[in-house]
């Protein structure tokens, strides 16, 4: 039987795999071993999504761009603008209140992987069934999910797939699948390119039906080599990259920068991690649960060595901190605080997704995301705002292991009191990371 973590080990626990450090998580995983708060931790409730918001069909969308009315093709550009809005805040509201934490987080690391936009699709519908294709696999089986992303309709439109014909191949979606979703840079040739984007001529998108649809007329259909390996298509390429160590390796890495800390990962660890992953056939559990088990994810120095994403630090702070003000953050302020601060959902600002690490952090946001957290403990020290708190009964040293992953910057207030405590250690620098 392995060692029983304290409070500050399973807040780190719990501040590492979901949104925020709520305390009464901190509380039930705190007396556990490693291995069975991970295991908690890895098997969490089911909590779907609710319905998503009206979407209007492709159909009536091409019927205003087709339009010779200069304000039916305004009105297309305006509904499109406001149904992606409606669909960042549906998912919003998701992860302000979801009981199950990890999966959205690990939702939102996929969307940053298998990267799509609503700028660039112009149909929100795709978007959200790419949502769910992720939300399904998120813990999952990434081999799985790698085969349903090729064939999905918004990646198809995102990296130009449904314009790769075998007269004229496009080699967009060829290059990430390659370079950001498998084998990472430096692994690949110019020549493997080349094959992987022959190999998936034909697979396009009926963006009427919302759905793949395979051009046979389109796909090239002869045999071309890809790492010295014979394909003729997209599942052969999806077959040949899955065979080969980097693809797990890939994952392994991205998965340290997401888990353990901001800087360059340990080559022996990840691969360590990266054997078990394809022993697993990509079991992405079997890899989640050797990260987080694993003597890097809970050493001491590592605490505090990520920066909180802008998700993290926002949803992250209205789900943790206390206070009634947090209520008065709507899913629209929300979604504009986020795109202010970098993560705009379903918009990431290219093909390689979402900044990570102290690139978070500029002279501007680092404004924004001091504001923000300034504005949910503004009126704490109200005694009429505050009643009625529910504030934790504990010393004021776990209250800084609670809400900070190492000792604050700077001092605490001399004048006692939760509120005022709870606010000083939300405003240390040390707050921005986790």
């Known amino acids: 039987m392995g060692k029983s973590i304290n409070f500050a080990e399973a807040r780190h626990?719990?501040?590492?795999?979901?949104?925020?450090?709520?305390?009464?998580?901190?509380?039930?995983?705190?007396?556990?071993?490693?291995?069975?708060?991970?295991?908690?931790?890895?098997?969490?409730k089911i909590s779907n999504p609710p319905s998503p918001p009206r979407m209007t069909s492709w159909n009536v969308r091409m019927n205003m761009h087709e339009s010779k009315n200069p304000q039916h093709k305004m009105?297309?550009?305006?509904?499109?603008?406001q149904?992606?809005?409606?669909?960042?805040?549906?998912?919003?509201?998701?992860?302000?209140k979801t009981p199950?934490?990890?999966?959205e987080k690990m939702v939102l690391f996929w969307h940053g992987h298998f990267t799509s936009s609503l700028d660039k699709v112009e149909q929100p519908a795709l978007l959200y069934k790419q949502h769910m294709t992720l939300r399904h696999h998120a813990m999952g089986n990434y081999a799985s999910m790698l085969k349903a992303i090729a064939r999905d309709p918004a990646m198809s439109v995102y990296l130009d797939g449904m314009l790769n014909e075998k007269s004229n191949p496009n080699e967009n979606f060829a290059r990430e699948l390659l370079e950001l979703f498998t084998l990472g840079h430096g692994h690949y040739t110019e020549?493997?390119?080349?094959?992987?984007?022959?190999?998936?001529?034909?697979?396009?998108?009926?963006?009427?039906?919302?759905?793949?649809?395979?051009?046979?007329?389109?796909?090239?259909?002869?045999?071309?080599?890809?790492?010295g390996k014979w394909v003729k298509d997209?599942?052969?390429?999806?077959?040949?990259?899955?065979?080969?160590?980097?693809?797990?390796?890939?994952?392994?890495?991205?998965?340290?920068?997401?888990?353990?800390?901001?800087?360059?990962?340990d080559a022996r660890t990840v691969q360590v991690w990266a054997k078990q992953f394809r022993q697993s056939h990509y079991n992405i559990k079997t890899l989640l649960a050797a990260v987080l088990n694993s003597d890097a994810f809970w050493a001491e120095e590592n605490r505090g060595g990520l920066t909180k994403s802008p998700v993290d630090l926002v949803i992250g702070s209205l789900r943790t901190v206390p206070y009634k003000y947090a209520k008065r953050f709507t899913d629209k302020d929300v979604e504009g605080i986020l795109a202010l601060l970098g993560q705009d959902l379903f918009d990431p600002v290219n093909v390689k997704g979402w900044k990570s690490g102290m690139d978070w952090i500029?002279?501007?946001?680092?404004?924004?995301?001091?504001?923000?957290?300034?504005?949910?403990?503004?009126?704490?020290?109200?005694?009429?705002?505050?009643?009625?708190?529910?504030?934790?009964?504990?010393?004021?040293?776990?209250?800084?292991?609670?809400l900070l992953a190492q000792k604050p910057v700077k001092a605490l207030p001399t004048i006692p009191g939760k509120v005022r405590l709870v606010r000083a250690l939300a405003l240390d620098p040390m707050y921005q990371l986790m």
């Open 362 to 402: 500029d002279a501007e946001t680092i404004m924004v995301r001091s504001s923000m957290v300034n504005k949910l403990t503004g009126d704490s020290l109200n005694a009429k705002t505050n009643k009625g708190y529910e504030f934790p009964d504990a010393s004021p040293e776990q209250y800084q292991q609670w």
């Open 75 to 81: 009105k297309m550009h305006k509904i499109s603008v």
């Open 100 to 103: 199950s934490p990890m999966v």
């Open 234 to 265: 997209g599942d052969d390429v999806i077959r040949v990259l899955l065979e080969h160590p980097r693809t797990a390796m890939t994952i392994a890495e991205k998965f340290w920068n997401l888990f353990i800390n901001d800087q360059e990962p």
């Open 191 to 227: 020549k493997d390119i080349q094959s992987v984007a022959k190999a998936f001529t034909g697979w396009s998108v009926n963006r009427y039906q919302e759905r793949f649809q395979f051009n046979k007329e389109e796909h090239d259909g002869s045999a071309h080599k890809l790492l």
């Open 13 to 44: 626990l719990v501040a590492r795999t979901g949104l925020g450090a709520q305390w009464k998580y901190i509380k039930k995983l705190e007396g556990r071993t490693r291995e069975q708060a991970v295991q908690i931790v890895l098997h969490p």
């Open 83 to 96: 149904e992606g809005r409606r669909l960042k805040r549906w998912w919003i509201q998701q992860m302000r």
